[in-house]
């Protein structure tokens, strides 16, 4: 019985020595990791692609149209485009052109007076 007793007690205190271990983990970054992610920033930001203009007019006019697309178009980011002397709705961002297509048919039926572009550069 005392051995019994004992063999307990021990298993019980190593059980508990076992669970009190701790261990410490250090994750080491490559310093080319922030220099490519630079580049390939750099190379998405001046890649062509396809937007869908919905409207232009003031800024109000412009704040106004924005908030409808965000409602009905949840999924694309519309965007507030400043283009001397009108603000411009921008909806989606595709650099493909059967998908760019066919959002515009969809947003069209919604936005009639809207038109498929291809902004030279991404940073307007």
Known sequence: MQKLIFTSVFILLLSFKIQAQQGQVSIEEDPQ????LAIYKD???NALYYTIQIGFGSYDAAEELKQEASIAFPEYDPKIVFDSPTYR???GKFTDRLEA???FLEVRQQ???ALLL???TANR
């Not at 990791?33 to 490519?36: A, C, D, E, H, M």
């Open 33 to 36: 990791i922030k220099r490519l």
């Open 43 to 45: 190379a998405n930001a």
């Open 89 to 91: 709705v921008h909806v």
């Open 101 to 103: 297509e066919k959002k």
């Open 111 to 113: 936005f009639p007076g």
């Open 118 to 120: 291809r902004p030279e």
